[in-house]
């Protein structure tokens, strides 16, 4: 394991993370919101993180839907609606490159993008192989029977109803105490344990479990690259902080992978 790197020099800390991308095979992503930031979406913390005075923990659990299911919808409603304009940003486009450059690697190449977001930019930016930790604004599904669909980001009613059972409909999204799609995590862990090189871009990483698969790659021998414009949680337990926005970063960063060798 290598100890924190706190290094202002942005140029020579570009240089080293290309050089750790350069020796990898198996590269692993942990994207968070702050990859769609330069998309005009909202991260969840810092200023203007709040929505209209609600942390997201009142917004996003289970309780909170059973206590009052219309300002939870208004909630998603809204963020699916900003979702039909948003458009994907230079990181989310950097790092479908870096997918193709790992995933084609001839012996043993691997990318895995991982990502808590729910905005589906990744995959709008041409990304393959994305596993989204917390599922999706897309889909919805029923909290009485089976119906589950991807509705896109079409406009729902105030309250929207199964049309089969009647129940309420819910996004298909993970909320705080909630576990996270089995699979899914299963897959994230694998390819966070595997990997030479983990990426970590954009996230606070205070939400847990996505926050321990950074630790699984520390202890697992990675080599750990923060990129964002402010030091997190992540930055404590060690590796090489890229300080700035990710739709900057991250363009650099594959261009000099590109000249590098
Ligand atoms: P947060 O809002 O907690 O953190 C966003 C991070 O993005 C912060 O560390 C910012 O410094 C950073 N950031 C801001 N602008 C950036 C930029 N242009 N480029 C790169 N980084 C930038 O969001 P998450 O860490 O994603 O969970 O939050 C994790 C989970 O908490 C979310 O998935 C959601 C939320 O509650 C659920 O809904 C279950």
Redesign the pocket.
């Known amino acids: 394991m290598h100890p924190p790197i706190d290094t202002d020099d942005l140029d020579s800390a570009l240089d080293q993370a290309a050089e750790w991308l350069w020796n990898a095979r198996r590269v692993a992503v942990l994207t ?4 769609s ?2 998309s005009g979406l909202a ?4 200023a203007g ?1 709040l929505w209209e005075g609600h942390r ?2 009142d917004v ?1 659990t289970p309780s909170a839907f059973r206590r009052n299911p219309t300002l939870v919808w208004r909630f998603y409603n809204a963020r699916r609606a900003a979702l039909r304009t948003a458009q994907p940003n230079p ?1 989310h486009r950097a790092l479908v490159a870096l997918e193709d450059r790992f995933a084609r690697e001839p012996s043993d190449g691997q990318f895995t993008l991982i990502t ?3 905005d589906g930019l990744h995959q709008a930016a041409g990304s393959r192989r994305v596993l989204e930790l ?1 599922g999706s604004l897309r889909r919805i599904r029923c909290t009485g029977c089976a119906y589950k669909a991807d509705r896109g980001y079409e406009e729902l009613t105030e309250l929207p109803h199964c049309e089969t059972c009647g129940e309420l409909l819910r996004p298909d ?4 105490e909630e576990m996270l799609p089995a699979e899914t995590w299963n897959e994230a862990a694998k390819a966070t344990a595997g990997c030479q090189c983990f990426l970590v ?7 847990y479990p ?1 926050a321990g698969l950074i630790d699984t790659a520390r202890d697992a021998g990675a080599c750990v690259i923060e ?4 030091a ?1 949680f992540a930055s404590r337990r060690g590796g090489l902080g890229l300080r700035g ?3 900057v970063i991250l363009p650099q960063l594959v261009q000099r992978l590109s000249n590098h060798g």
């Open positions: 968070g919101a702050g990859v930031a330069e991260t969840f913390r810092g993180g997201i923990e996003a990181g808590q977001n729910v917390h999204v993970v909320w705080f871009v954009g996230t606070s990483a205070v939400v996505a990129i964002n414009p402010e997190t926005p990710s739709g």
